[in-house]
């Protein structure tokens, strides 16, 4: 069975400073990834997903996430962190038949001004 | 267009009454997902359904959840005799068919609360 882990359930970066969000797994099988994001108020959305394509994946809002089979990780960082950036964020993996998703706990990103 | 949508968004009930939550998803989307966010967890797989049918249930908490779908469009979630552990955000999800690498598009979740 799949799992993630997400070291780090709360994460402070100034503003401007590089952003790093971690996120280890656990598959049996070669994974799909991906990493959502809850913005205050709102639902989750998609910030980028792996499908074995490209190894480093870019997603929206100048966010990107390497994929590294010999870690085991797929973290997700972008090089300057901006105030609107402030959410909750979710690693998730899918088994290769699209039944099951398995979610992170979820990393707070906090950027002080 | 239209997202992913969910009623009622907010749910206090008492301990021992029944719910249902109800999921609207992307028209056209055959997969759906429901998912519960306890506080200061991640996201708990619950139930996937591929058009009206969920071929695996075991990810439903106990026998008094249960869930259907009709016309390859709404789904509800049923949760008897709620027990105060059962509070929650109820989260649904729909992406096009249901593949593993598809995007999934989110409701704004039902928040309930069990007194």
């Known amino acids: 069975a799949q799992s993630v882990t997400q070291l780090g359930s709360h994460v402070s970066v100034s503003e401007g400073a590089l952003v790093l969000l971690r996120c280890n797994y656990s598959s049996s099988v070669p994974p799909y990834l991906f990493w959502y994001v809850q913005y205050p108020n709102q639902g989750l959305q998609l910030l980028l997903k792996y499908t074995s394509a490209a190894t480093l994946v870019k997603g929206i809002n100048g966010f990107e996430a390497e994929f590294k089979k010999s870690e085991t990780s797929f973290h997700l960082t972008k090089p300057s962190a901006h105030m609107s950036d402030a959410a909750e964020y979710f690693c998730a993996v899918s088994d290769n038949t699209g039944n099951q998703f398995y979610f992170g706990t979820g990393t707070s990103l906090t950027v002080i001004p | 267009g239209a997202g992913v949508s969910q009623s009622p968004s907010n749910k206090v009930t008492e301990k021992g009454k029944d719910v249902e939550l109800r999921c609207d998803p992307i028209?056209?989307?055959?997969?759906l997902y429901w998912y519960r966010q306890r506080l200061g967890q991640g996201l708990e797989f619950l139930i996937y359904?591929?058009?009206?049918?969920?071929?695996?249930k075991s990810g439903l908490p106990s026998d008094r959840f249960s869930a259907e779908r009709t016309g390859e469009s709404v789904s509800t979630l049923t949760i008897q005799r709620t027990q105060q552990e059962d509070s929650a955000v109820y989260l649904c999800?729909?992406?096009?068919?249901?593949?593993?690498?598809?995007?999934?598009?989110f409701g704004p979740g039902t928040r309930l609360l069990v007194l």
């Open positions: 028209s056209g989307h055959t997969a």
């Open positions: 999800a729909s992406s096009l068919a249901g593949q593993p690498q598809e995007t999934q598009y």
């Open positions: 359904f591929q058009g009206n049918s969920a071929p695996d």
